[in-house]
């Protein structure tokens, strides 16, 4: 056979880093390829060349034989190449049908196409409505948006970046089934994730990269999850290590919170009740679209509620109070979208890092302290591993993974008394995602109350005291770690939340006004 894509030589350098240096990677028909690495190895550099999202400054692209100059991405959905981006490329004020349609030929985008999406979206277990506004959608929804337009282009290579970051395990399940059904068609899939499981179970080759360079190449399904993580790292994974404390006095409690979908699209919340203790983790788990959204919504401020009563904060009610007050409490964010919400792309990292650390020294008599505003970013960069060339780096310019540390970072060093945390390690390679839950249990036993929303249950279990579950608005009972399982958290998620559900409680007791 002739290889699908053959990479020659592939350079990419940007100012003061090598992206990629001298690349070569080879993929052929039918075959499920992954490219792994640390964030800022040199993964999506690589790919958006291929994509013709950039330009490489050396090196060759053979496409079925042929050597081809891919200037565009609009050339290369023409030669069949489609890509599912990890930061997604969706214009938010726009449909799901108008969107899908921007990245398809013309004859492809008729009347027909509102159809073809509810089918193809139906057929693969993502469903989506076409007539939705994008900034509508919770960052899961915006996904199912962008594997659904790949999709749509009949490509004959997929290019997926962390395509199931925010997937649940059902979900994931059957992603995995049409990608294996499109590789037996001859298909090829370029496959970026820093799930070690997921590679082992779908790829049929792996290419490591490691500060630019290819360092090797296996077959994944005959490693162990430890050993590609060596083979990423250099080292053995870390283990959150965490010490034994009892939980203190209630730091964040939500009472009767019911409210109405903000949007024709959202999800109204019902009825919740939850308190997490000073000391304490406590996960809510979900797909996302079922009241995510909008539970954080309420929590942090940015919709204010008609009962201040409904969140304390620290004992302080707090319902009606804006983000900024909340945060005077003591209260730290940590949203689930990187770019746009929890940094601004164009400003530099010394710039984010005031957006929301001001009160830590940063301003005085209403001028900013530039220097001090620096050395908070660079001790972030410093204590976090942050690869960045430093306070003055853009935002945009980091990997994702990079400027998610740089967020969580930024956010623990204001010694916060709450810290919310929204898909905190979506899109994190290995080494990154322990160090950001090691960071998060550290916080718990430094006696902060910690609440993380997130649609890893393996995250969950790992670092959490208690697990509840968002389902159609309404919030499970959590329950103790050690007296739940994957199956039940699983039951939780379809809302099972009746008197045969294992984890409901007597109704005397309300959802966590009890310690853990």
């Given at each position: 056979m002739t290889p699908r894509l053959v990479l020659t030589g592939i350079t990419k350098t940007y100012p003061g880093v090598v992206a990629n240096d001298h690349v070569d990677l080879t993929v052929w028909?039918?075959?499920?390829?992954?490219i792994l690495g640390e964030n800022g190895a040199g993964k999506s550099t690589l790919v958006k060349i291929i994509y013709g999202a950039v330009k490489p400054d050396a090196g060759t692209i053979a496409w079925e034989g042929e050597t081809v100059a891919i200037a565009s991405p609009a050339r290369a959905r023409r030669l069949g190449i489609g890509m599912v981006f990890q930061h997604?490329?969706?214009?938010?004020?726009?449909?799901?049908?108008?969107?899908?349609?921007?990245?398809?030929?013309?004859?492809?985008?008729?009347?027909?196409?509102?159809?073809?999406?509810r089918?193809?979206?139906?057929?693969?277990?993502?469903?989506?409505?076409?007539?939705?506004?994008?900034?509508?959608?919770?960052?899961?929804?915006?996904?199912r948006v962008e594997i659904v337009r790949c999709l749509l282009q009949d490509p004959?290579?997929?290019?997926?970046?962390?395509?199931?970051?925010?997937?649940?395990?059902?979900?994931?399940?059957?992603?995995?089934?049409?990608?294996?059904?499109?590789a037996a068609e001859g298909c090829s899939i370029l496959y970026i994730s820093h799930k070690l499981d997921e590679i082992r179970a779908l790829?049929?080759?792996?290419?490591?990269?490691?500060?630019?360079?290819?360092?090797?190449?296996?077959?994944?399904?005959?490693?162990?999850?430890?050993?590609?993580?060596?083979?990423?790292?250099?080292?053995?994974?870390?283990?959150?290590s965490q010490r034994a404390g009892a939980p203190g006095a209630p730091a964040l409690a939500v009472r009767g919170l019911t409210l109405p979908a903000a949007d024709p699209f959202g999800?109204?919340?019902?009825?919740?009740?939850?308190?997490?203790?000073?000391?304490?983790?406590?996960?809510?788990?979900?797909?996302?679209?079922?009241?995510?959204?909008?539970?954080?919504?309420?929590?942090?401020?940015?919709?204010?509620?008609?009962?201040?009563?409904?969140?304390?904060?620290?004992?302080?009610a707090a319902g009606r109070l804006d983000p900024a007050q909340r945060r005077a409490l003591g209260l730290a964010f940590v949203p689930e979208e990187r770019l746009g919400r929890g940094a601004v792309p164009d400003l530099t990292l010394a710039d984010n890092a005031l957006l929301t650390a001001y009160r830590q020294g940063l301003v005085s008599h209403g001028f900013v302290r530039d220097a001090a505003v620096r050395a908070y970013?660079?001790?972030?960069?410093?204590?976090?591993?942050?690869?960045a060339s430093g306070p003055d780096a853009m935002a945009r310019s980091l990997s994702g993974g990079n400027l998610q540390k740089f967020i969580v970072g930024r956010e623990i060093r204001q010694a916060p008394r709450v810290m919310i945390a929204a898909q905190p390690t979506w899109g994190v390679d290995v080494g990154a995602a322990a160090q950001i839950r090691q960071a998060l249990v550290d916080l718990r036993d430094d006696g902060v109350a910690v609440l993380v929303v997130s649609e890893e249950l393996d995250e969950l279990f790992e670092i959490c005291d208690r697990v509840a579950v968002m389902a159609q608005g309404r919030l499970s009972p959590p329950r103790r770690r050690h007296e739940t399982n994957a199956e039940e958290i699983g039951l939780l998620m379809a809302g099972s939340f009746g008197a045969a559900d294992p984890a409901a409680r007597p109704a005397s007791s309300p959802v966590g006004v009890s310690a853990p």
């Open positions: 028909p039918g075959e499920i390829h992954a997604f490329s969706l214009f938010e004020t726009l449909t799901v049908a108008d969107n899908i349609a921007l990245a398809l030929e013309r004859n492809r985008a008729g009347p027909d196409l509102p159809a073809r999406i089918e193809v979206s139906a057929r693969y277990g993502l469903p989506l409505d076409p007539a939705r506004h994008v900034h509508t959608m919770s960052v899961g929804e915006r996904q004959r290579l997929v290019i997926m970046d962390e395509p199931t970051s925010v997937l649940t395990p059902q979900a994931v399940e059957k992603l995995f089934a049409t990608l294996r059904r499109l790829c049929h080759q792996a290419t490591v990269l490691r500060g630019g360079k290819v360092t090797g190449t296996c077959d994944p399904r005959r490693k162990s999850a430890s050993s590609l993580a060596r083979l990423m790292i250099g080292a053995d994974l870390p283990q959150p999800t109204a919340l019902a009825a919740i009740d939850l308190t997490v203790h000073a000391g304490e983790i406590v996960g809510i788990a979900g797909v996302s679209g079922n009241g995510q959204q909008e539970l954080l919504a309420a929590l942090s401020g940015e919709r204010r509620l008609a009962d201040a009563a409904t969140v304390t904060i620290d004992g302080t970013a660079a001790a972030t960069i410093r204590d976090f591993d942050v690869k």
